[in-house]
């Protein structure tokens, strides 16, 4: 009977911690996980900005094996006489986990050719879904803007241009606080077909538009590849007395490493005023995403990397208050998503994995 305590007992004190044991080992290789991508991240943002060569790695598969022992016992002296005798019950626990982590240099012709493709409009209707600020997304994918009688880099270096550039990305991103902007494709009718053709953004509804004109539409589209985003804002619609007709040009995924890299010391962005034909913007910081360079490791940080004796990293918090410090992490947030949108499935890359076992 004794006996048959201690094994029930053992069996209660084996079910209370592996449970805990696995639902922390869970909760560690997840977080581990994406600390890794965000550090690879950040550490390829300081390799641009060094003019170095750009490389991930990824975590592919993490298996790991957990050993649970739980130990019962009795103990005592027996010495003859009741006053004297005593026992005690020993009961003892061990739990270890194996893992094995594989990762996967991730190379190849396919993945180069992703890096270095410019994101596509497809790309820019499904994160516009997600409602981010017009203002992060153009100013973080964007190369410039392609009016009829200008073009507006969205290049620090090229001032005239760059102010420009901005002044319109902020206007944009006003209309869509007035909910008054519209990204999306173009619904038409071709002969007799209905169709659905390419993404645009406008400060109307296309569909309010007759259908000769959504084809206009179309065919001038067409005229551009699919990593440029046609534009028209209208002067008779809301927002219109600072109207643009032309083309977002959109960037690589590699070539937005190197914008924020070349923007920590090289070719810095500055502040820029909205148009006086803009509402009022809410937060306008000069940098899109701000990368902080020091000869010191940060006390609190989102993330941080060590590169040539420096720290790169994002502040947790930042004197210039909640606002911005939200802009700069939904920015870091996006360039997040657009990694995972640029890699390819790593079960297709041709590389020999690495195993490390712990």
């Known amino acids: 009977m004794l006996a048959f305590a201690f ?12 449970p805990v044991a696995m639902h922390r080992a869970v909760l560690e290789y997840d977080w581990t996980v994406n600390r890794i991508e965000t550090e690879l991240l950040l550490l390829n943002i300081a390799r641009t900005r060094y003019h170095e060569p750009i490389h991930f790695t990824a975590v592919s598969n993490i298996a790991a094996t957990f050993d649970f022992r739980v130990n019962t016992g009795l103990t005592g002296l027996l010495a003859g ?14 739990a270890a986990e194996n893992p094995t982590v594989t990762i996967i240099p991730i190379q190849g012709k396919e993945f180069t050719t992703r890096l270095l493709t410019p994101i ?24 410039g803007i392609i009016l009829e009688s200008e073009v507006l880099s969205n290049q620090p270096h090229r001032q005239k241009e760059y102010r420009k550039f901005r002044q319109r990305v902020m206007h944009v991103s006003w209309l869509q606080s007035e909910r008054h902007l519209f990204i999306g494709p173009l619904q038409f009718t071709d002969g007799s077909q209905r169709k659905t053709g ?10 309010t ?22 534009v028209d804002i209208r002067p008779d619609h809301p927002g219109g007395d600072f ?24 070719e810095q962005e500055f502040h820029v005023d909205p148009d006086p034909r803009t509402g009022p913007v809410a937060v306008n910081p000069a940098k ?29 918090e930042t004197a210039e208050g909640e606002a911005f410090d939200r802009w700069n992490h939904e920015a870091f947030d996006l360039l997040y998503q657009l990694y995972h949108l640029t890699v390819t499935d790593i ?9 490390i076992s712990k």
């Open 120 to 143: 596509t409009e497809e790309t820019i209707f499904f994160l516009a879904q997600q409602g981010i600020d017009p203002a992060i997304l153009f100013r973080l994918v964007s190369r």
């Open 81 to 94: 006489t009741p006053s004297t005798d005593s026992l005690s019950l020993t009961l003892g626990s061990s």
């Open 347 to 355: 079960s297709q890359i041709p590389t020999l994995p690495i195993a």
């Open 7 to 18: 094994g029930w007992m053992g069996l209660i004190w084996s079910g209370c911690v592996s």
């Open 198 to 207: 390419r993404i645009v953004m406008t400060n109307y509804d296309p569909n």
């Open 288 to 316: 899109t995403l701000t990368i902080r360079e020091s000869p010191t490791q940060p006390e609190e940080a989102i993330v941080s990397v060590q590169k040539r004796g420096l720290s790169y990293y994002i502040d947790q």
């Open 209 to 230: 538009l007759a259908n000769n004109e959504r084809l206009t539409l179309q065919r001038q589209a067409e005229r551009f590849p699919r990593h440029h985003l046609l």
């Open 243 to 266: 109207p643009m007709f032309g083309q977002i040009r959109l960037r690589s995924f590699k070539a937005i490493l190197e914008f924020i890299g070349r923007g920590i010391t090289e």
